[in-house]
């Protein structure tokens, strides 16, 4: 997701976007950009691709305002000639009135020298401050802008939680409801969240910062800049020794900012936080069109077939003396529910009480097994891209009939799901080594997202296949510890021929042959199981 910044460039003179099928949207919202305005002198370019990678896009020295056609959809959908179109493109119109408010009221440029720290935060202050005046001088606005918040803001705001990105959180949205755009009920598990990591008083400080930028003069640059000053020491930021914007530690999961981002965005779009969740994971993370599907050979469903029978009888071989009970003798009378069961016979009912206790020997309660595989398909693994395909396919059979739940991501240049938890695919996907293994870090967090490997109260487990020879090393181990310290086993499965790096808090197996991969995660589970 871009940063607020990045939808408005006033030092930028760029070509704008053309597209003849748009062409009719282009001039109509060029003529109706005057009445949101109050400037003439502006021209509004509407395409695919427009934006400057953003949503929407002003251009202040061009006096022009680009939005992505990809928010309306096709260009039949309305006429944007008729003032009832809005309605049918809420989100877009609602862009185009956000970039309306920043060439009515953004006339204030960043001074030069300005460390970024420093012009960063004033950005996000200019957010909030911006539609506060189009809504105070254009009071039916605020509907329009309400739709905006949702496509400029995204769970990857909010990586970890540290200060700086809970202050930029709330000022992108607590401020707004300052700004009489959204309601305090509307965030209300954002402002959690940030006053959990701020704390109360730092939060009422930044809120007097927000508050005093929705006043502040359209062309006083000197007021925004002094509030950004006083933003980051409330931060415990030094701009003079610190000027650069800080940058999260990859070496850290997200937590509860990203988690409470993702509920208000689920909620705004309708959703529920897992419906929306899915949504997002298959945008991002569908497998490349090269990758290709096959039936699944009859040693593969002999394998899944296989392992699944080795599942149950991990859950199943020690059975421990209980007691259960039973309509009928023999057994333990139980008073009270022989008398509920006559009380049901005498109502003319089927009885349903058990009046009868009894002893057996049964299996103990298991915890359902959560395992992750995570294969590495960088160009130096191409012997085991063939293997792991199939180990996906036979684990996701094995665990839809054993009560374990499975996960199988492949990392390299991108990052891209195989196998969704308890999906049962019908056809084994073909994975293709390319690149280089440098999304090891988001291949972590996504299996600790689709499996919560780092909660506790169930049984979980890890299974990598790489040489280890990663980016950023120094990373990877503290996601590695962070999940072993939270009782998840990490698997790692070395190829024996090649060089690489060993991580600490893992299991590292050096695999000769790359079928055997399969048998050593299959086997880890199954012991998993047994010792649970």
Partial sequence: MPHPHTHLQPDTTTPGVADPAWQDWST???????????????????????????????????????????????????????????????????????????????????????????????KVLEESRIEYRQRSRRRADRR???????????????????????GHLAGLLLARVDARILTAKDIRGVRAAVTAI???????????????????????????????????????????????????????????LAQALTDYLAHATGLTPSEYRARQITARFS?????????????????????????????????????????????????RHAITAQAQTAAGTIPTATPWQRRAALPPPKPTLHLGVIVDVSFSMHPYAAPMSSAGWILAHAARSSDAITA????????????????????VQEMRTFGGSSTFIDAVKLADELLQLRQPGRLRMLAVVSDGDLDDIPAAQRLVTTLHRAGCAVLWLRPADLDGHTFTDTTTLLVADPVQAIDHVADAAVTALEQA
């Fill in 28 to 122: 109509a919202w060029t003529r109706h950009v005057s009445v949101l305005t109050g400037r003439t002198d502006l021209t509004v370019t509407v395409a695919p691709g427009a934006g400057g990678g953003a949503p929407a896009c002003f251009y202040p020295d061009d006096r022009r305002i680009e939005v992505d056609a990809s928010h309306i959809g096709a260009p039949d959908v309305a006429n944007p000639r008729r003032a009832g179109h809005k309605k049918l493109v809420p989100t877009a119109y609602g862009l185009l009135v956000h970039e309306a408010a920043h060439a009515a009221h953004s006339q204030w440029r960043t001074p030069p020298g300005t460390p970024p720290v420093v012009a960063a935060v004033a």
């Fill in 144 to 166: 329009w802008l309400r739709h905006t918040v949702t496509t400029l803001l995204d769970p990857g705001d909010a990586p970890v939680d540290d200060l700086w990105h809970a």
């Fill in 198 to 256: 701020l704390g109360r008083k730092r939060l009422l400080q930044l809120r007097d910062v927000w508050r005093q930028a929705h006043t502040a003069d359209d062309t006083d640059a000197e007021a925004m800049m002094d509030l950004a000053w006083r933003w980051c020491r409330i931060l415990g930021i030094n701009p003079d020794r610190q000027p650069d914007i800080p940058v999260p530690d990859p070496g850290v999961f997200a937590g509860r």
């Fill in 287 to 335: 497998a490349p069109a090269t990758w290709t599907r096959r039936d699944p050979t009859d040693g593969e469903r002999a394998a899944a077939r296989h392992l699944a029978a080795r599942l149950r009888r991990a859950r199943t071989h020690q059975p421990e003396p209980d007691t259960r009970p039973s309509l009928i003798p023999p057994g333990r009378l139980r008073t």
């Fill in 408 to 427: 199988t991501i492949a990392f390299g240049s991108t990052v891209t799901l195989l196998i969704g938890p308890r999906q049962r695919p019908t056809h």
